[in-house]
């Protein structure tokens, strides 16, 4: 999912949704037993006592701060083996780097959507998708037209793209209405009861889509499907999210720069590259600092493969046939201070919190009650776990998240923006949530 630019100017998916949803936000400690066993079952801990106190030590490290700039990898990692890669593996060899790598398609073979919208020929299914979705309107991206370092979209019937997408080929891969590309469709927030894929174990910690999911309002779960030749532009994922990605059929070229690596792109008017293969950026006189950054890391990921994006790497993404495929954003403990530090950047880029939230979707106040939906979330599980003498579900994974979020809303609290906002019709106040979560996690780590 794209950002819309800065004060390039263009405004982001939520436009500051969380805000007229706060008065739904009301996931207490004291909530009935059927909603706290529905508020439990996401939190089920693959985080062992062991993990745990390796990704402690390493945060404690940071000592509140996010990893620093670093140069891409020489090549990515490929995972092959589904049962010789645990949970704890990612953890240490990505999550905690904040390091790219590719799942081979062993790890996606189950799911529904490989099976039912492909051709024996591993091409897409038009005939299945327009007989389950066909009526169903999706957004469609213009991949020939720059709207500031995006694509103007429109919203069409699926059925309308797919005679698009077959005119196209037959076209020779050409049309006067230029390379359209379906993108950011909501489909399963829209059809839950479809088999369409398992969720890995390695991203089952997604914050994001626990938020909305609780909500009952919203996800960040995509799919995207277009010709060969659609792209998206040089950019990085909302709110600085985690993002996976595999694709249902069809291949995509990646194009990765880690976190720092973007600043040596930008123009010199300070403005990030729209196509970081343009010839332009050859241009000293243009890109002044081009010179600087490294080359990226280039990634062909294949059908079934599934591509894991680390917070704040800047990427561009080709597909080389025609394509589908499923796409998460997500948050959680491992990357929350990325977040945090990004809507920092943003406001003092703005100044002004309503711009602010144009630009990235959110604001402090709003970050708060995604914190706090979480965090009493999780209260739940330690306190229950506590009764059950550390029996609970979820207790490791409970308190490593409890931890994280307890030093980025001890950040939020502190911040002289966040202080002006008046907190008294909160149905927690920040600092007693704040105490709550101290409590909890000193328990936690009680010998």
């Not at 914050?207 to 909500?215: G, H, K, V, Y």
């Amino acid at each position: 999912m794209r950002v819309g630019p800065k004060a390039q100017g263009l405004v982001g998916r939520k436009r500051g949704a969380l805000c007229l949803l706060v008065s739904r936000l009301v996931l207490t400690v004291s909530a009935p037993a059927e909603v706290r066993r529905r508020v439990l079952r996401p939190v089920r801990s693959w985080m062992d006592r062991e993990t745990l106190a390796l990704a402690d030590r390493h945060f404690r490290g940071l000592g509140g701060g996010v990893p620093g700039v670093g140069q891409a990898p020489g090549r990515v990692a490929f995972i092959s083996e589904p049962g010789a890669f645990s949970y704890a593996d990612f953890v240490r060899g990505f999550l905690l780097p904040n390091l790219p790598c590719v799942f081979s398609s062993a790890f996606t073979q189950g799911w529904g959507s490989r099976r039912r919208w492909v051709t024996p020929a591993g091409r897409p299914d038009f005939d299945h998708l327009l007989r389950t979705y066909g009526d169903v309107v999706v957004p469609v991206a213009n991949c020939g037209v720059q709207e500031y370092n995006s694509n103007p979209k429109e919203h069409m019937p699926l059925r309308d793209y797919i005679t698009y997408w077959k005119e196209y080929i037959e076209g020779g891969y050409s049309s006067p209405r230029g390379c359209l590309y379906l993108k950011d469709w909501h489909l399963c927030r829209d059809f839950p009861v479809e088999d369409v894929f398992t969720l890995p174990v390695y991203f089952s910690s997604d914050w994001l889509n626990e938020f909305w999911d609780a909500l009952d309002v919203d996800d960040y779960r995509f799919v995207y499907a277009g010709p060969a030749g659609s792209w998206s532009p040089f950019h990085a994922d909302i709110f600085r999210s985690f993002s996976w990605s595999v694709n249902v059929c069809g291949r995509k070229k990646w194009l990765l720069f880690p976190p720092g690596q973007e600043e040596a792109l930008r123009d010199r008017h300070g403005n990030l590259p729209y196509d970081v293969t343009s010839p332009a950026l050859c241009d000293t006189h243009l890109h002044p600092r081009s010179q600087l950054a490294g080359p990226p890391l280039e990634i062909t990921q294949e059908a079934g493969e599934m591509v894991f994006v680390p917070s704040g790497w800047h990427h561009q993404v080709h597909n080389l046939d025609d394509t589908i495929s499923i796409n998460h954003n997500w948050v959680n403990g491992f990357n929350l201070a990325n977040m945090w530090r990004f809507l920092q950047q943003e406001l003092c880029a703005v100044q002004e919190e309503v711009i602010m939230r144009s630009c990235s979707g959110i604001n402090f106040e709003e970050f708060y009650h995604f914190l706090k939906v979480i965090a009493e979330k999780r209260l739940l599980v330690l306190r229950e776990a506590a009764a059950e003498d550390g029996g609970g579900l979820g207790f490791e994974q409970a308190a490593f998240d409890a931890g994280r979020i307890t030093e980025v809303l001890a950040s939020l609290v502190a911040h002289p923006n966040f202080q002006r906002v008046d907190t008294s019709a909160f149905s927690v106040r920040p600092k007693e949530l704040l105490q709550q979560l101290r409590e909890a996690v000193d328990a936690a780590v009680a010998p």
